[in-house]
């Protein structure tokens, strides 16, 4: 079946734009998380989704950042005022219930150059 | 202090070689523990569970030690497909779901 997909693939913008970038989780996947990966580091958490509401949005990094999955699907960031330090790969990730005992499955993630 | 710590390598192993990695977390409440396997400019995929009496999946085996809060990861007989970096992964606190990412660890296998 579909995994989840990510778009788009590549995104360049300039300092000060807005960027939204989209995530269609599996279908079923109740559970929708969002990282980001600076070369050489790990995924950092940004946000978790159970359903349509944030149940953990804590590592969102200021409020230029917000996330939103209205329906309980598909889910969009969006970041106001980009900077270059945002540059990076965003990546997202479902899974059937979330925590222990739901793995994870990411998609091949956006990546986001801000000049 | 990271709340996941792991030594970036790289490792650079002939074929056949064994290799062990390290990760240590900072939350002592944490409760499940995974490695994951990602491959260059790809996404990261999980490769395996840890649990408190170890596991073994063919030639990989993760350990947990919960008093000296480490996870570790051994490879056997390791192959050229094995190159890649291994992400260690561990629940964050809360019951959230939420997984805490470590630094990764980069293994190149040579021939």
């Known amino acids: 079946g579909a995994g989840v997909s990510q778009t788009p693939s590549n995104k360049v913008t300039e300092k000060g734009k807005y960027v939204e970038l989209r995530c269609d989780p599996i279908?079923?996947?109740?559970?929708l998380y969002w990282y980001r990966q600076s070369l050489g580091q790990g995924p950092e958490f940004l946000i978790y989704?159970?359903?349509?509401?944030?149940?953990?949005d804590s590592g969102l990094p200021n409020d230029r950042f917000f996330a939103v999955r209205p329906e309980g699907s598909v889910s969009t960031l969006k970041i106001q005022r980009t900077e270059r330090g945002d540059s990076a790969v965003y990546l997202c990730a479902s899974s059937l219930f979330g925590g222990e005992g739901s793995p994870l499955h990411f998609g091949n993630g956006t990546r986001l150059t801000v000049t | 202090r990271k709340e996941v710590e792991q030594d970036p390598g790289p490792f650079n192993v002939p074929e056949g070689a064994t290799v062990a990695f390290n990760c240590t977390y900072s939350n002592s409440a944490s409760q499940s523990f995974f490695w994951y396997r990602q491959d260059c400019r790809k996404e990261p995929k999980l490769l395996m569970s840890?649990?408190?009496s170890g596991n073994e999946d063919g030639r990989f085996t993760a350990q947990l030690n919960r008093a000296s809060q480490y996870i570790s990861l051994l490879i056997r007989d390791s192959k050229l497909s094995d190159s890649a970096t291994y992400l260690c992964v561990v629940i964050g606190s809360g019951n959230t779901g939420k997984l805490i990412f470590g630094q990764g660890t980069t293994l190149q296998v040579k021939p």
């Open positions: 989704f159970q359903g349509t509401g944030a149940a953990d």
């Open positions: 279908s079923g996947h109740t559970a």
């Open positions: 840890v649990y408190s």
